[in-house]
């Protein structure tokens, strides 16, 4: 069974930056597309940023295009989001996301992680 830990997430300052981390485990990591979304209080739950298995395929949403940055690290099974000149509108839940495909991932992905919070104070 597939597993999705993230790690990272705290409290930053407005403009500050911050790292969230994301190990798979059970399943072979660099077969897996990965992703992270977010949702913040009150709102559904919205697509970040997307890798394909071998580092290509990268696709970010509008909201973080240059401030945000995914890589991954196919010998560590471990994906990143690399979070620049934060805002108080990027206060939310990250959750990391696996599928086989970037297509799918970036809508319905097969597997979960349980969510890291990540808070911009202003």
């Known amino acids: 069974q597939v597993q999705l830990v993230e790690s990272g997430g705290g409290l930053v300052q407005a403009g500050g930056s911050l790292r969230l981390s994301c190990v798979v485990s059970g399943g072979t990591f660099s077969s897996y597309a990965m992703g992270w979304f977010r949702q913040a209080p009150g709102k559904e739950r919205e697509f970040v940023a997307a890798i394909g298995w071998s580092g290509g395929s990268i696709n970010y949403a509008d909201s973080v295009k240059g401030r945000f940055t995914i890589s991954r690290n196919n010998a560590k099974n471990t994906v990143y989001l690399q979070m620049s000149s934060l805002k108080s509108e990027d206060t939310a839940v990250y959750y990391c996301?696996?599928?086989?495909?970037?297509?799918?991932?970036?809508?319905?992905?097969?597997?979960w992680g349980q969510g890291t919070q990540v808070t911009v104070s202003s």
């Open positions: 996301a696996a599928d086989k495909t970037v297509v799918v991932l970036t809508t319905t992905p097969a597997y």
